[in-house]
């Protein structure tokens, strides 16, 4: 089978849509290899990351030659070209759907991965809402069918975008595959806590910080920060000056999936208290690694940690402190939360399924 992929995140994106869209060529090329991926996309930027991807066996990556280039080609020209290519089935990783394929005789689906610029308004600009929902909508009312990454995105496409459910299928994001090679030993590091993702307020660092304040003495671990932000980020650290907690706080570089490994690993849990997320990846990466989490008892989170996560009201900077606290005092509960975490992440993020899962709709499609 000759299957097209949007590519632009892959080869343009160092976050969550671009390691979505690698993991994803990954995991398919590693458990199919007989069919051919061509990735498609208007510029190429190459580094550690991107690098792999150019002449990857049985992959072809596909930039603009002719006088249609950038956005312009990936929405209006990728058709053409997806013809001359002979391609079997097209998938739009990221929200996104290129015009014209609905009577090309390409089979399509695309991912859905949240609908946070309508759950979380303020986070967005007027204009870009509007750019997002247009092309949402574009997306789900053409492509042949729907995945999203999670049960929660699900609801949040049939209840926005007035699709019919049969056209709409969950496959979890597949997680990086350094998570299911072999653990890391824990290293002799003074314990801490972990924050992996974007410092914004949907993913709430500032509701850890206050339930850090309220942690008994003999429990005030400091707090590793991961992640990039703006505005939110300056008032979150504010916050924690104006309440003399800058010891307590260590904002670290962004670093490769060796090294964040090695930090989940490493933490005596991880805090990822949300209010929304299409998925929550650090969840189960954190539950791969053997790392404890406290997270939101909202969206999809309860799907990401399954049972052994501890769920806290993400409002509530009491209830999360408690859940912290409990981690960090009852042995007992701390084992079983690892054990049973990494099983279930293990279980139910396991690539090789989620490949097959995959695979799946592009074959019903194709036929």
Not at 295 to 301: A, G, K, P, R
Request: aromatic residues 10%; contains cysteine; proline residues 6%.
């Amino acid at each position: 089978m000759r299957i097209g992929f949007d590519a632009k995140r892959l080869y343009n994106n160092f976050t969550g849509l671009g390691n979505h869209s690698r993991t994803t060529i990954d995991i398919l090329t590693a458990e199919f290899p007989n069919n051919e991926y061509w990735l498609y996309t208007p510029k190429v930027r190459l580094n550690g990351a991107t690098l792999p991807y150019i002449g990857k066996k049985g992959c072809h990556t596909v930039t603009p030659k002719g006088v249609m280039r950038g956005s312009a080609w990936r929405t209006y020209g990728l058709v053409n070209q997806m013809k001359k290519d002979s391609i079997d089935v097209f998938h739009g990783l990221s929200n996104e759907m290129p015009v014209g394929l609905f009577h090309s005789g390409i089979a399509s689906v695309v991912t859905i991965h949240d609908v946070a610029f309508k759950t979380f308004p303020d986070m967005y600009h007027w204009h870009d809402r509007k750019i997002y929902d247009m092309k949402w909508q574009y997306a789900c009312n053409h492509a042949d069918h729907i995945i999203c990454i999670s049960e929660c995105t699900k609801k949040d496409v049939l209840e926005f975008y007035n699709v019919p459910e049969h056209k709409v299928e969950v496959i979890y994001q597949p997680v990086n595959p350094i998570y299911y090679q072999k653990p890391m030993e824990r290293a002799d590091l003074p314990p801490y806590l972990l924050y992996v993702g974007s410092v914004n307020s949907r993913k709430n660092l500032l509701g850890v910080v206050k339930a850090m304040e309220q942690m008994p003495k003999d429990l005030q671990l400091p707090l590793v920060v991961v992640g990039g932000g703006g505005s939110y980020k300056q008032k979150v650290k504010q916050y924690i000056a104006e309440k003399g907690m800058e010891s307590r706080v260590m904002w670290p570089d962004m670093m490769d999936a060796d090294g964040l490994k090695r930090l989940y690993t490493n933490a005596e849990m991880l805090v990822y208290p949300s209010f929304y997320e299409g998925f929550g990846l650090p969840v189960v990466e954190a539950q791969l690694c053997g790392c404890p989490v406290v997270t939101s008892n909202v969206s999809s989170l309860p799907e990401a940690g399954g049972p052994f996560a501890l769920q806290a009201d993400p409002n509530s900077p009491e209830d999360i402190c408690e859940k912290m606290t409990r981690l960090l005092t009852d042995t007992e509960l701390r084992q079983k939360t690892i054990e049973g975490g990494r099983q279930y992440a293990s279980e139910t993020f396991d690539p090789r399924k989620l490949a097959r899962q995959l695979m799946g709709v592009y074959e019903k499609l194709k036929n």
